[in-house]
């Protein structure tokens, strides 16, 4: 289980936590593309024959697949839900969505209003869907638990976000930051809370940054077709074939850099934020820290796209283990203590939880 | 009777402890790795979380505790007392086969195929006949009203070729079988150009450019039977709600509505609906095709007109019906089959 990383930045990391006595535990991944593969198979095969019903079921065993082959300190996560709370939970979604098809067709009036409802209700959803995972992940089974309010999320994810426009998106970092801190700063391990301090600043430091990557691809951009346009106008007729096939080769080559370079953006903000968070949150005396590195996570997302395209989305499985592997093989934790003396929450929590948990509604937020 | 190593989670504290257990086939005997008695705890109280790839077994015993091994074998055998999970295990055993894997892949293509051949179409077509002659009302003339606002004009037709047109629309559309009305308007539209659509009350719409565009009345009457097709099928309504399946076919193989709506699956989807529309394409053109030989004997006319329609799209190259047609040369190759098989 030794770390697979290696590197400058890898090693300048580590001289900066050796602080004598702490341990340090890289989390491993023994999940592999071809066992997962049957597992998602056998999940397709069996959704579409059970006409969906059973997609409950293979979410479950998706995430215990995950979970179950990520390793810190020797012991593997567990995720622990219910699949008949998530069947409930999809049966509503899917009554939901029913619903406001018909009404799109026959009263296009009213469908604005289910999507109103919606959006009134999503940061809700998003509350009990963080609360439903966390409860039901659990590590040395212990169970995690999501302590945020469901006032909290209405500030988080509405009230923020009718901010947005006000502030001409000026806001949208520190909004990006108040998620975070929401999901962060409110996790629980046992009877043991985690602490959140991110910076503000550094949500600002980064969108900035990639902020001002794109100013400059516009410019480039914006530069490039004024010449081009200019060129073609000035050539003489005879020459206007070859003028107008250099112009389609290289907008076709523009727009090939543009989706590189905004995919490069994403997971460049992607990698900084995630490392960013890991590195700003306790669990007590255990710390984290992420070493994810935005070309790499490039490069996997585009040799992934590739593959599911030439491979008919057979190889999704594949990808998906080959990004989770990357993704967990670069978080570590340390501590100076040990990793056998959490607590579980009394059981008057638990149970609180418990039935605070029943609803799910799969809320994917991409944390 | 058998025994295997595992490490024991009591719930309580995040501590792993190394132990070995023993079973008898009743109850479960615990021990420290340095041999001192930790629990005994009755199978029947235990639960085994059902198997998952070569990933760790997990035993729950009655009060919570957690005992996790790497043993898959012992567990297997203590399963053999457990007849819990008994579907999971069957999925197990699919997903353990790559025969059964393999398998399940075909079919989960001939599923996906049949769905999407036979299913949706079918449970589209109930639902469209469920839908009530008023309700149809309403959405068409909703339609209408957006078209109206969007690329109609008013017609600019000379009056007494309108009247023409619609009492020779009538006299088709009194042949026609069914208690379908149908009902022409006319319009014009240089966005859209030549071209003509039903709604579903059975409103039909032609533009002027079509109009302009026809060489004789004949060649109207393929076009009118077309589209009186389209209404008595109740195409409109079916492809609402066949697409609005292909949604949740989409949905449940992507695994959520969030990504059904991503570009990955817009493709797919895009694909599909597309077979769709070239399907009742083909019918509508069938059923035309079928009139235009019993009261005319010959698609002839028809034929020349998507000819010359086909022709002008190209060179223009306007967003019209031709694109979700199937290509106009293999619909005037299909009438034309068509005579030679009714004569």
Known sequence: MENTVSGPDHQRSLQEVSTPGSKIYPLAFTGTGSEFFRIWIVNLFLTIITLGIYAAWAKVRTRRYFFANTFLAGQAFDYLADPKVILRGNLIIAGAIGIYLLLDIFTPAYSAVVILLFLLALPFLIYKSLRFNAHNSAYRNIRFRFMGTAGESYKVYALYALLVPLTLGLIIPYWVFRQKAYFFGRLSYGSTQSRFYGRPGYFYAIYLLAGLITVGLIIGVLIYTATTAMMADSSSSGKAWATAGFVIVTSMLLFALIIIVISLLKQFVYARLTNHCLDSTNLGTLRFEGSLKAWELMWIRFTNTLAIIFSAGLLIPWAKVRRARYIIEHIRAITPGSLEDFAAATEADQTAIGEAAVDFFDIEIGL | MSRFAATLFDGKSSAARAVNVEQDGKTLSICGSDGDFIRADPLDGCRITPPLGKTRRTIYLPDGARLDTDNQDAVAELELYDTKHPGMKLVHGLESRWGLVVFSLAGLVLCVWFFIAYGIPLLADKAASSVPTAMMETVSDRALSQLDKRFLEKTELPKPRIAEIRSYFNE?????????????????????????????????????????????????????????????????LRMVFQNAGVFFVISALFGDVVSATSLGAALPTMLVERGYSRQFERQADLAAGKYLIRRMGSTKPYRRILQRLAEKSGRNSAPSMISTHPGVKNRILRLKNLEKIRK
């Open chain 2, 172 to 236: 088709i559309a009194g042949n026609m079988k069914g208690d379908r009305h149908f009902r022409l308007l006319f319009r014009k539209s240089p966005q859209i150009g030549a071209n003509a659509f039903a709604l579903p009350s059975g409103k039909i719409l032609v533009t002027d450019d079509l109009i302009k565009m026809a060489e004789s009345r004949k060649e109207l009457a393929g076009i009118f039977a077309h589209e009186m097709a389209h209404v008595q099928e109740r195409h409109g």
